[in-house]
T-cell receptor, first 115, second 111 residues
Framework: DTEVTQTPKHLVMGMTNKKSLKCEQH?????MYWYKQKAKKPPELMFV???????INESVPSRFSPECPNSSLLNLHLHALQPEDSALYLC??????????????FGSGTQLSVL | RKEVEQDPGPFNVPEGATVAFNCTYSNSASQSFFWYRQDCRKEPKLLMS???SGNEDGRFTAQLNRASQYISLLIRDSKLSDSATYLC????????????FGKGTKLSVIP
């Protein structure tokens, strides 16, 4: 019942593959996020887009490449990943108004396994 | 000092018990505070925002102490369905999009 939709739900890829994760929201939010979560760890911020511009890159390796085609869509392109990149990748959105109480709404995530 | 610290847990409590979680944060510029819950292999879901005046939502009460940089969550009359990991979340300052998550406290409510 989340209003942030992520596809695919599960992905298995080899280290030489290229794949993309997709995220979509129709709440009119102007900020979108990618988080990475390993088992038994909290989510870690990767990227933030605000009004379709990349505003935060938390020193993420270049094998992860984000893209924001429009205000409703957010992609994460994957290339030459390593097995340690296996994790749950969470997309989130927030109103993006810079308000004090900016709440995040998460998608259900893509469980990624790199072989 | 870690940015957001929580009780390590796990907390195993019987149904009907009252349980309290604590969280401290190190960034004095933080303006937004939240509790999220996360079920196993699911996404985090917002439980409630936390305000200086304290706020209550049914069986859940959240408190913020800015002077001590401390946040709490109280759950009364625990239900089996409350079993989850509770994440304390703090932002990086006014207008900041950087939300930092605590490691979470796992709660198991047992019959």
């Amino acid at each position: 019942d989340t209003e942030v939709t992520q596809t695919p739900k599960h992905l298995v890829m080899g280290m030489t593959n290229k794949k993309s994760l997709k995220c979509e929201q129709h709440m009119g939010h102007r900020a979108m996020y990618w988080y990475k979560q390993k088992a038994k760890k909290p989510p870690e911020l990767m990227f933030v887009y605000s009004y379709e511009k990349l505003s935060i890159n938390e020193s993420v390796p270049s094998r992860f490449s984000p893209e924001c085609p429009n205000s409703s869509l957010l992609n994460l392109h994957l290339h030459a990943l390593q097995p340690e990149d296996s994790a749950l990748y969470l997309c989130a959105s927030s109103p993006g108004q810079g308000a004090t109480n900016e709440k995040l709404f998460f998608g259900s995530g893509t469980q990624l396994s790199v072989l | 000092r870690k940015e957001v610290e929580q009780d390590p847990g796990p907390f195993n409590v019987p149904e009907g018990a009252t349980v309290a979680f604590n969280c401290t944060y190190s960034n004095s510029a933080s303006q937004s505070f939240f509790w999220y819950r996360q079920d196993c292999r699911k996404e985090p879901k917002l439980l409630m925002s936390v305000y200086s005046s304290g706020n209550e939502d049914g069986r859940f009460t959240a408190q913020l102490n800015r002077a001590s940089q401390y946040i709490s969550l109280l759950i009364r009359d625990s239900k089996l369905s409350d079993s989850a990991t509770y994440l304390c979340v703090v932002n990086g300052g006014a207008g900041s999009y950087q939300l930092t998550f605590g490691k979470g406290t796992k709660l198991s409510v047992i019959p």
